[in-house]
């Protein structure tokens, strides 16, 4: 079945040390994106790449870094200079940045101890 | 930058019922697109709805429709027959076209979204 896999689903984390969380789609898309969710406040873009090897600081950058060597893969890092990590992660592609909509994977939540 | 504002925190219907949740939205674009998505507790993002700026004509998806309003920015949902499988947290995202050589990127903004719970 074609979609995007979100690994892992839960993740903790020690103060000071970075993570990253996977985000792996099999749908042939062109675009991939890193959305962060926080109680009250929706989806705030992180990062979003339309091509492979090239990306772009979303809405809520900082402390965060990705990197898109292949196409179908689009890793985030979360760095110890993010201040306020603990939060749900979504990663989504679409076929262009056209008209098509965002498909989501099943999220990852990250919590800082 | 365009923002999308969802006013209704939470919202509440009757089973067999309808329920109408809010958008408004602000751009300087003309060419856009307009979506409903929604979050039930697993958190799995599914898409409702979908509507192109371009198009008079509302969108219908079997029980879900939209009152697009485009020169009040305005972009309802309306759900008829609310079954207990509708109850979620919905939100209301506008996609930038993308333009190239442009900056807009396609970008997908979101509301704050809506909780809606559904009463037997």
């Known amino acids: 079945d074609g979609g995007i896999t979100q690994s892992p689903k839960y993740l903790f984390r020690k103060e000071g040390q970075n993570v990253t969380l996977s985000c792996e789609q099999n749908?042939?898309?062109?675009?991939m994106y890193w959305y962060r969710q926080d109680p009250g406040q929706g989806l705030r873009l992180i990062y979003y790449?339309?091509?492979?090897?090239?990306?772009q600081k979303g809405d809520i950058a900082e402390g965060y870094s990705v990197s898109r060597e292949k196409k179908e893969s689009f890793p985030l890092t979360v760095t110890s200079a993010q201040k306020n990590p603990t939060a749900f992660y979504l990663c989504a592609s679409s076929q262009g940045a056209g008209a098509g909509e965002l498909f989501f994977g099943e999220g990852s939540r990250l919590t800082v101890l | 930058a365009q923002t999308v504002t969802q006013s209704q925190p939470e919202m509440s219907v009757q089973e067999a019922e309808t329920v109408t949740l809010s958008c408004t939205y602000d751009t300087s674009e003309s060419d856009y697109y307009l979506f409903w998505y929604k979050q039930p507790p697993s958190r799995q993002m599914i898409l409702v709805i979908r509507?192109?700026?371009?198009?008079?004509q509302n969108a219908t998806e079997n029980r879900f429709s939209v009152n697009f309003q485009k020169a009040a920015k305005s972009f309802s949902l309306k759900i008829s027959d609310s079954q207990l499988g509708d109850a979620a947290m919905y939100f209301c995202a506008y996609r930038s076209p993308y333009y190239a050589g442009g900056t807009s990127y396609g970008k997908l903004t979101f509301g704050q979204g809506t909780i809606l719970t559904v009463h037997p």
């Open positions: 509507q192109e700026a371009y198009k008079q």
């Open positions: 749908l042939n898309h062109d675009a």
């Open positions: 790449s339309q091509i492979v090897n090239d990306f």
